[in-house]
């Protein structure tokens, strides 16, 4: 009898444990994913959770609170996403929540391409344009030599991801830039392509980023769209270069230098401008854009808030998490970036009472215990 109760109590102890261990729930995209978790190098700290759904399913539960998306109970503390928030998901929060839970914090967490990867036999090198781009993904092209005008008569095999997306929602806003009669920005690819032309029956959906190389690699003639995580996106050999250019860190940081952090108080409390998009850069890479954190500037548990803060600091600091950033082939945000995150969200020396859990803010308010 002594030894059951002996077990039981170890066992209460341990599952206390255990839930004490994952505090700071979280969840989303999975192009970041092994950057934020199950690495050897993952950022996120020991006792934060992160459940690769997906840009869309993330969004949705830290939107809603739901920790059901996440296979989980309780709260839901942050998310990550490639898929920015919208203007109508953030009114919606806004008149919803902010009473409540107060305002969210949208962050560009590390800046990506989405790059192409490729399998046809006897190419090596292939470069593609951004019309071609549209030619491939609207399904225009069937086949490899009508796209690269050979007699090569290998059907186009398009392996997409069948989830809403924040990398689709970046490949696709990029061809609705080049191409908008064909492509809408969504982040779910079938609802992108204009006209409701139906999908190739040989077309591959697959949920996760980790799932697209292993399908593109599966049978010749296939493409797809990737993070870089997972792929070696500088051979030319395995990843496509779109307008003769490759996704490396380089052409990725060319790509979003015209963008700069917000420099009011006004932008500085607008989470939309905390992610900026450009659609069709003038250089470095076409595909590349940042992909972001969603945190509550408020939390009802204390430790929580100060877990969330903790991290922020190390991930915004210099050098920071740029070591694990650079290993997952993604790029770290640029200081000036680095230091407005700071002084907003975490010190407040920007004076603008945005930061984790601010007094005069959070009283009596934030995301549940």
């Known amino acids: 009898m002594f030894k059951r109760t002996l077990i039981a109590a170890s066992l209460t102890v341990a599952a206390l444990a255990s839930a004490q261990a994952m505090a700071v729930t979280g969840g989303g995209a999975t192009l970041p994913a092994a950057l934020y978790k199950g690495s050897a190098d993952s950022i996120l700290p020991a006792n934060f959770s992160y459940a690769a759904i997906g840009s869309g399913g993330g969004k949705t539960a830290f939107l809603t609170n739901n920790p059901a998306g996440f296979s989980t109970t309780g709260t839901v503390h942050f998310a990550g996403s490639d898929s920015i928030l919208n203007a109508s998901e953030l009114s919606t929060y806004k008149n919803t929540y902010n009473a409540s839970y107060g305002p969210l914090i949208q962050l560009p967490s590390v800046a990506t391409s989405v790059a192409i990867p490729y399998k046809k036999a006897g190419q090596t090198a292939l470069n593609l344009t ?4 549209c030619e491939v993904f609207s399904g225009q092209k069937t086949t490899w030599g009508a796209l690269l005008g050979t007699s090569d008569a290998t059907t186009i095999r398009v392996v997409y991801r069948n989830v809403s997306s924040g990398t689709s929602e970046i490949l696709t806003r990029h061809l609705n830039s080049v191409c908008p009669t064909q492509f809408a920005t969504n982040s779910t690819f079938t609802s992108a392509r204009i006209g409701g032309i139906a999908l190739p029956s040989n077309w591959v959906g697959v949920a996760n ?89 408020c939390y009802k548990d204390a430790a929580v808030a100060a877990d969330v803060k903790a991290f922020l600091t190390q991930h ?26 700071t002084a907003n969200f975490i010190t407040n020396t920007s004076g603008n009472n945005l930061d984790i859990n601010n007094a005069s803010v959070c009283n009596a308010i934030g995301r549940p215990l």
């Open 130 to 133: 951004s019309a071609q781009l």
């Open 209 to 297: 980023t980790s799932e697209v190389a292993t399908a593109v690699n599966a049978v010749d003639g296939s493409i797809g769209y990737v993070g870089p995580d997972g792929v070696d996106a500088t051979s030319n050999a395995v990843v496509a270069r779109v307008n003769g250019v490759q996704p490396t860190a380089l052409n990725v940081t060319l790509a979003l230098s015209s963008v700069n952090p917000p420099a009011n108080a006004i932008d500085a409390a607008d989470p939309s401008k905390w992610s900026p998009v450009v659609a069709n850069p003038t250089s470095g890479y076409k595909l590349a854009a940042y992909t972001n954190f969603i945190f509550g500037q």
């Open 316 to 341: 915004y600091s210099n050098p920071g998490n740029n070591t694990a950033t650079q290993a997952h082939k993604f790029v770290a945000v640029p200081n000036a970036w680095k230091t407005a995150v």
